[in-house]
């Protein structure tokens, strides 16, 4: 009797625990999203409280009000991420499929020069960047961003790849060679196929790093016209001062791609960004 | 092999041309010019002078820079225990026969570390606020409304304070990674060791600990690399202050260079930052094989 008694408790204790970290971590978002929906006014009046007359008077006067530039940052922050991941996910499968197949003179200097892109701490070169970006006239560009972006996610991308590829066998492209196809057709038409798993994780991985990515963006835009999603964040915050159901309101609206995308595929993300992390 | 597996040499080297141009102009260029940069008094304009190591001699006797280091370090610790250490038990628990809705747990652990630093520090902030904050309402509510504060301007707390969302935000993604290495043990080890008497806390220390320790190992690592670099939640939050008692290095390279015009010195720490991090990420490196090897013997 005791005994049982014991395992109810833990049982209760244990789920108790779980559900309140669950809780805790989706709960700003409820919070943001009910809190949104109400006047500065009744906010401040009682800020935990849901809202009696729901209003979605936030929405429209962030989404009309062009000084707060959200489809611009919107649009930036997808064109760099979409741009960035197609040519991290290129470059990876094209480099770390030839460092791990081809032998040439330089082979080891460029697979050593690119791991040692995991290990060197990015931010340090924060106000490095800039200056050469600055020295070369490439700030406050469209395509500013994605230089650092590739950049920094190439080394896991390549060494993720280069793994892969060596699980599959030889034979594979002497058979593709003797039915007279080329290496880049090989390269495109038969050995991108087989690594679509990884490549598919390479792109979530970095779909995140890029779409969240604020100090880059910090030191190397401050034309608002070219400013993604984050940065456009502090401006809000600066703007709409003490009116947190507005701040709110353009918060949601930003960050809907990413949740929408972590809610609709949370299994494969999940999956993906723990397979790069152990593996990197 | 067949020729055609061997490509050209012309056909390799056009492949590698760009994204080994894109990756050493964005890492490597810059790291020569802040080298370079740094022995020079420079404010960013047109004119600069050599001064020899002065950047560096300054920055060895720059408290502020310690300090900042010192921070860098507080978080790197905190997190390796409120992470790792939470997440391990968070696992055990899910991983109890008693748990009912894992999946839910997943899902929605795992979210947060999905979401932009930026955000995160703005919740946070909200969070934290004196007047519309959630943490001084939940104090009024449990009748301790007295000892509400502001609460971000305390120089004593505001490390802890900006610690909490940082362990918050990554627990469940340690937590995943953590339960797919444990789904990966053989579950006859369990039933077997069940058999044997042995209770969940002594299944946890003794069975499972060991065979989970090299992800443990990756867990911390990641923690470590992650937390050098920590700037966004904090630029947000209290962009170093009050005064600089949440500064961390790198937001005080960008301080010093865009702040104050700064860029000689700036590249000085820049270069500061890099090898310093370096130092911490391979030393803990060196550490991590020689305790787990040291355990392997004995």
New interface residues.
Partial sequence: MEKQSRHMFSKVFVNLILIIFSLSCIFPLIWMFYSSLKEKRVFNADIVGLPANPTISNYTKVLTNPDYHIYQSMFNSLRTTFISIVLIVTCGFIVGYIISRIKFKLNRVIYVMFLMGMLIPIHSLLVPIYIVFKNFGLTDKWYTLIIPYVAFGLPIAIFLVEGFVKGIPVALEEAAAIDGSSFSRTLFSIILPVTKPILTTIAIIQTFACWNEFSFALVLISNTKFQTVPLAMTQFTGQFASDYPKIMAAMLLTMSPILVLYFVFSKQIIKGMVAGAVKG | ?????????R??FF??L???L??????F???A??FY?SFFNWKGGPNKTFNGLENYITLIKDINFWSAFGHNIYLVIACIIGQIGLAFI?VL??N?R????KG????????????????IG??WS??YDY????LN?LLDLIGKGDSAKVWLNEPKLVMLLIAIPLI?QF???YM??IL??ISSIDQEIFEVSEIDGANAFQRAIYIVLPLIKN?LL?CVT?CI?GN??A??HI??MTSGGPGRSSMV??LY??KV??GQQN?GY??A???G??VL??IV??GSQKLITYFSKDKEVA
């Fill in positions: 092999m067949l020729s055609s597996i061997r490509p050209k040499k056909v390799v492949y590698l760009i994204p080994v894109i990756y050493v102009f964005s890492v260029v810059p790291l010019t802040a940069y968070f628990m899910i109890s008693y748990t009912k809705l839910i747990h997943r899902t929605f652990g795992f979210f947060p570390s999905t979401i932009a630093a930026v955000s703005f919740i909200m969070i007047k519309r904050g959630l309402w918050w627990i469940g993604y995943v990674i797919s290495a992800t990756v990641l690399a050098m670099k700037f966004d630029y947000v290095m790198a390279g960008y260079s865009f860029m700036g590249s720490i820049s270069i930052i890099f991090s370096l990420i391979l």
